[in-house]
């Protein structure tokens, strides 16, 4: 088992406990899930929990850590007890691992849950796939991974960003244990530079502990813009009309040109290529 439990400065009670919930519910009924989520999300916290929770129930869990194929089924194969050696007593090669713990699977209950699946190899994505036809319950998580493979076939949640009372609480328990007095003040200026990341949070009191200057936003969640754009050309439209009821044709002249301005900067703004890092789209 390589997912290791999380220190003790997020032992808070569980910010996705609802996600937890519903991934523990959807792999006792035999399902497969796929998490996905920007770094810092909580994708690994979840994993833990939710092992923490099939641990408790009496299931055997793998959960290995990422590495080479065969490192994997290794580990695969140590956390569910199978044999790793031919009756000649030679190891087992990376095929023959695949084979045996497939083989395994089939005859008992067990899961897995593979935390950095955008990482795997197309070898390891092919026998996951394999053991998902064959009614295998996985659960995979993985920082928005490309739109093939069994990345399309498994049902997906998207982990959104956490409220602000949580990220709130992860950075009053990081400032305790780093011994940092904070104002209120301070925490709503952290909570706009982490914007509902768990991991930024706590990156972000520590550049304060640190006295490092953190002004830079990693996080991805971004607001979007189209709605003020269209309020501003409704603004000017508004002013081109009543440069037109009273007969006043300079404020006529201007909304004109301001909502043409307007309009043209939305076009250039919806022409520009854009690369969307979500799954299957």
Not at 147 to 166: H, S, T
Not at 226 to 254: E, Q, W
């Amino acid at each position: 088992m390589s997912i290791r439990s999380v220190d003790g400065s997020v032992s808070i009670s569980c910010y996705r406990g609802a996600e937890k919930e519903r991934v523990v519910a959807a792999l006792l009924a035999n399902a497969s899930l796929l998490v996905v989520g920007e770094d810092g999300a909580g994708k690994t916290f979840l994993a833990e929990r939710v092992i923490e929770d099939l641990w408790g129930r009496g299931f055997p869990v793998a959960a290995p850590a990422i590495g080479t194929v065969k490192q994997m089924l290794l580990e695969i194969a140590g956390d569910l007890g199978v044999d790793t050696e031919t009756l000649e007593g030679k190891p087992m090669t990376a095929q023959q691992l695949q084979e045996t713990i497939a083989e395994w699977l089939e005859g008992n209950v067990a899961f897995l849950v593979m935390d950095n699946a955008h990482r795997f190899p197309v070898s390891l994505r092919c026998w996951l796939e394999k053991l998902h036809l064959q009614g295998q319950p996985i659960l995979l998580l993985a920082t928005y991974p490309p739109a093939r493979d069994i990345f399309l076939k498994l049902p997906r949640i998207e982990l959104e960003a956490l409220p602000e009372r949580a990220i709130r609480e992860i950075m009053e328990g990081e400032a305790v244990s780093l011994g940092l007095q904070v104002t209120p003040g301070k925490l709503a200026d952290w909570q706009q530079r982490a914007i509902g990341n768990p991991m930024l949070a706590k990156r972000v009191v520590k550049e304060e502990y640190l006295g490092l200057e953190g002004n830079n936003y990693d996080h991805t969640q971004w607001i979007d813009g189209t709605p003020l754009l269209i309020a501003v050309l409704m603004c000017f439209m508004i002013l081109r009309f009543l440069g037109l009821g009273f007969n006043n044709t300079s404020l006529y002249l201007i909304g004109g040109i301001l909502t043409v301005a307007v309009g043209m900067v939305r076009l250039m703004i919806y022409s520009l290529p854009r690369q969307s890092n979500r799954l299957g789209r």
